[in-house]
């Protein structure tokens, strides 16, 4: 699994990983909590972790690089209980991220990045996720992983001449049973 499919979605608690493209334009996802399936309509929102940063006082932190920071301290990260009080999250945060800005960085941002960090942190620090996220950060494309889940599924656009066929094959069949109708009309209108 790398760190740049993961997903989270909101109204659904949890993160996901995007497992496969529908034919729809939707996509399949598996929980992480859980590891069920489930299509996820292309409409519905949708938040990359990767997009994800945290307020500084100097410049914002990609996420990624405070779970690496979590994992460093994973003793810390680990033991902040989900129900924990604000002032706790943020006295725990602060251990690990010194210089998060405590006026913007909300405690239920700081509940979820714990969650989050709990159900990822197996990802974090790998040289898949290192390699994938500096390659995102220098702008670059990231090479195609080989074990790919499931293959996506492309649909071919209909050719436009193929429904204009049937539209002159549908006008030509009107055309010919109309004259049949017309005769049938006027001769039961002469007898």
């Known amino acids: 699994m790398s760190f740049e499919k993961i997903i989270s979605i909101p109204g ?14 939707g996509f399949v996802v598996e929980s992480l909590l ?14 990359m972790l990767k997009d994800i940063a945290v307020f500084t006082t100097d410049e914002d932190m990609p ?12 003793a810390v990260a680990s033991k902040v209980p989900a129900k924990a009080e604000p002032a706790e999250l943020k006295a725990s945060l602060k251990k690990i991220l010194p210089d998060f800005d405590d006026e913007r960085v909300h405690a239920s941002d700081i509940r979820k990045m714990f969650l989050w960090y709990n159900l990822v942190k197996e990802v974090v620090g790998t040289e898949e996720s290192d390699a994938a996220m500096k390659a995102e950060i220098d702008g670059e494309v990231p090479e195609v ?9 492309v649909e071919e656009p209909v050719k436009k001449k193929a429904v204009k066929k049937k539209k002159e094959e549908v006008v030509d069949e009107v055309e010919a049973t109309a004259p049949k109708k017309k005769a049938a009309k006027t001769a ?4």
């Open 34 to 47: 859980d590891g069920r399936r489930q299509p996820v309509s292309s409409m519905q929102r949708i938040t």
């Open 63 to 74: 996420l990624y690089e405070v779970f690496k920071k979590m994992k460093e301290q994973d």
């Open 12 to 25: 659904m608690s949890g993160l996901f990983k995007m497992v496969a493209q529908m034919r729809n334009g």
């Open 188 to 191: 039961k209108t002469k007898e």
């Open 145 to 153: 992983n080989a074990s790919v889940e499931q293959e996506v599924v």
